[in-house]
């Protein structure tokens, strides 16, 4: 009797025990996630911004500004996708500080992967900045300066 019972139940994989055992998975991968659900952001930013932005976004003096706690990258999420694609020359105001520096484009990079490389921004090291979507992303980059 035992022995029939699994048998039918692996007929109907929609039986009451998958579907439990379908939202343990979802639940696992949920709390997996959590925990930093820009890595692919994160990627982008260790392999092209890191080195002159630095790992903890703090920037180098006055040569290169901070992303962390930057009232710029706050206010201007559109500016930062130009940023990224087309790169910055000449003066740039960051919490007041005023920096003239160079900032090589950064070409590479699709729409989607900037979304994701300034939602990682706006969520690390302390920043709790808006999240920006893909159509934000997308429309600022058409009308970059
Ligand atoms: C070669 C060094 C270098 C690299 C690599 C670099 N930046 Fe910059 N970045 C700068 C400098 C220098 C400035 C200031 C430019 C100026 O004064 O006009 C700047 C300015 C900025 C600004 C505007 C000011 C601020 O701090 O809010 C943003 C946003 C920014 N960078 C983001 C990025 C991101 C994202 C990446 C990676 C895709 C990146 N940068 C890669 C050097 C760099």
Redesign the pocket.
Known sequence: MQFRNNVDENLHPMNGRSILFSLLILTIVAVACHDNPYKQGEL??TN??A???MEDGG?LEL?????AG?D??RDHPGK?AC??RHG?????V?NGIE??????A?PELTDFEIVN?INF?NNAWGNDFPEVTWEQVKSALENCE
Do not use: T
């Open positions: 982008y930013y092209l911004c080195n002159c932005h920037g040569l290169v500004p901070p992303l930057a710029f990258v930062v940023i990224v910055l020359n000449g003066k740039v960051v920096y003239e520096g160079e900032m090589p950064v490389l921004i």
